[in-house]
């Protein structure tokens, strides 16, 4: 298994993943898809083979069936498949390093596809490090993944259409939903709708976001708009969330708290295999630079799906499809003109996707304020549990890129690499020195971007014969 | 905190603390202790305040957690596997020597 070698191999078995294993296999392509989970899906279509068989795919809503199809052609495409695998290195060279059951590894790929999708945007307000508090998409994981649901009353709190269907489908599996509240500003959702041209509200995705909202009025769950200064209270787990309103003070006792303001691309792993990244103003966020086929600043490396910027499921499907479709054409599977032909239906499918996203970009974007802490006792860092006023200090004392931040503060140190810490760090910096995020920049992540056990770092020892020469050291 | 739309059947038991705890198969070791009433199950490396699992999707390593003898393990990456022994690491005082 030392010297495995493979055309392709991707990273994540979302829609992008699965998407371009498919398509990659189908070309004839030594395909090979790694995947920390058991199953494929992703987050979004996560366990959807066994939601689908067991009938309950159908509570979850009509989202889900193209994760369906994805799952069944991947299965059919003859690439090969490695659940359970954690993959903590990716290398300019097309080394890739990662634990599965049996232990630690080393293969090569002629190219990498780094399909690692999104992550909830860490939302950081006072007390959202206690027990009771996690994203919402985190409660959906529960949902889709075990069946399991909150049984206290529940409360969401932030901004980004995940917060309407998380609402819907744990009312709809019985849970209580005692409040949702909007950070989004109540006067730019009617603005923004008001200004909507007519064609567009035909779109089907404006429609379904629509349906759910007046499902929730149905439901009676309370919403309130223009909700900030969001604050969770409790002392060993959360006991209520206060908050500001048409400009008085709100406290309501919540159960569990679940915190929401968007998703952004998950980019350990380009970060770690140095792919140029940019920062994104639209979305708020870094992602990798890419060309229309997912193709890199790193010559073996490409990106698809959300992980190369936020345009959801059915565009991250496309996006895969595209990037398979280029390394055939730079394998010498397929030829330019081949390429380019194959090419035009996922061209089509993507803009008719990714057509929606500017809207929802404009009417769901956090407030500074949400998601750049203010208050001084704030934990920006929850592994060193550095707080606001000691990231202030710092800066003040030249901490003004992150990663002299983090020798000042340890923020970025812990075991989470900077994962949760990362994108405020870099807010906070911009705003206290009037610097730009995009000269700020970003923490420097080093692999192994998972942890590794010594034990299993041990058994590679000398495994490396057989792979291209390059640095030896993790 | 948590129910199960359906019983777990019963197909895993895994330890905690010492203790059996049913699950269903395909449950990560995250999911399973959420579900059996585990509020937190780890502590913070500076003040030692309990911390619960936050992202589910292992990103925010708040699910850190001993498995079968091997520490800081993500237990929401991890799937239950029978007889699979789990330890909360809490500690109860604070990490000595840190400073803040």
Not at chain 1, 35 to 43: I, K
Not at chain 1, 186 to 196: D, F, N, P, V
Not at chain 1, 337 to 351: C, N, V, Y
Not at chain 2, 39 to 50: I, R
């Amino acid at each position: 298994m030392s010297n495995e070698h493979h055309d392709l191999a991707i990273v994540g078995a979302g829609p992008a993943g699965m998407a371009a294993a498919t398509t990659a296999a189908e070309l004839g392509l030594d395909t090979v898809l790694l995947d920390e989970q058991r199953v494929p899906g992703g987050q979004i279509y996560r366990n959807i083979e066994h939601l689908e068989a067991s009938g309950e795919l159908v509570a979850l809503g009509d989202e889900y069936r193209r994760g369906i199809e994805l799952a069944r052609a991947f299965r059919g495409s003859g690439a090969a498949y490695r659940p359970g695998s954690i993959v903590w290195q990716t290398s300019p060279d097309g080394r890739i390093g990662l634990t599965d059951p049996d232990g630690a590894r080393m293969m090569h790929a002629r190219r990498i596809l780094l399909a690692t999708g999104a992550m909830e945007r860490p939302v950081p307000v006072p007390g959202w490090t206690l027990p009771g508090v996690m994203g919402a998409g985190a409660a959906q994981t529960l949902l889709k993944a075990s069946g399991i649901v909150p049984d206290v009353p529940v409360l969401i709190a932030g901004s980004g259409p995940l917060i309407y269907l998380v609402a819907l489908q744990l009312a709809r599996a019985g849970c209580a939903i005692s409040a949702l509240l909007i950070t989004a500003p109540a006067s730019r959702i009617a603005g923004t709708l008001k200004e909507l041209p007519r064609a567009l509200l035909a779109g089907r995705d404006l429609l379904k976001g629509i349906r759910w909202i007046n499902e929730i009025r149905r439901l009676g769950i309370p919403l309130t708009n223009g909700v900030s200064r969001v604050r969770i209270e409790g002392n060993d787990r959360a006991e209520a969330v206060a908050y500001e309103a048409d400009g008085s003070s709100h406290r309501l006792a919540a159960g569990l708290v679940l915190l929401h303001e968007g998703v952004i691309p998950n980019i350990q792993l380009s970060l770690s295999t140095r792919c140029r990244h940019v920062w994104d103003e639209a979305q708020l966020c870094w992602r990798p630079e890419t060309d229309e086929w997912g193709a890199t600043s790193e010559e073996r490396i490409a990106v698809a799906g959300d992980g190369a910027g936020i345009l959801g499921a059915l565009a991250a499907a496309s996006l895969g499809h595209l990037a398979a479709l280029d390394t055939a054409f730079r394998l010498g599977r397929i030829g330019e003109a081949e390429r380019d032909l194959r090419a035009r239906s996922a061209r089509a499918d993507l803009a008719r996707h990714s057509r929606i996203r500017p809207l929802l970009d404009r009417l769901f974007r956090p407030l500074p304020d949400s998601v750049v802490p203010t208050d001084p006792e704030t934990i920006v860092c929850r592994c060193e549990e550095v707080t606001v006023a000691q990231m202030r200090e710092a800066i003040r004392l030249g901490g003004e890129d992150p990663n002299r931040a983090k020798v000042f503060t340890r923020c970025g140190m812990g075991p989470c690499q900077g994962r949760m810490c990362g994108p405020t760090v870099g807010a906070l910096i911009a705003r206290e020195t009037g610097h730009g995020i995009e000269e700020v920049g970003t923490f420097r992540i080093r692999v192994p971007v998972r942890p590794v056990p010594l034990m299993a770092l041990a058994g590679l020892v000398g495994e490396e014969e057989g792979l291209p020469a390059g640095e030896s050291t993790l | 905190m948590f129910r199960r739309l359906r019983a777990a059947g019963g197909e895993v038991t895994i330890h905690v603390d010492g203790k059996p705890v049913r699950a269903a198969a395909g449950d990560s070791v995250a999911a399973a202790m959420l579900a059996a009433g585990f509020t937190a199950l780890h502590s913070s490396a500076v003040s030692a305040s309990p911390r619960a699992p936050h992202c589910m999707i292992g990103n925010c390593f708040e699910c850190l957690v001993e498995i079968d003898g091997l520490p800081d393990r993500q237990a929401c990456l991890t799937t239950v596997a029978e007889g699979m022994q789990v330890r909360r690491q809490m500690d109860e005082a604070p990490m000595e020597g840190a400073g803040v």
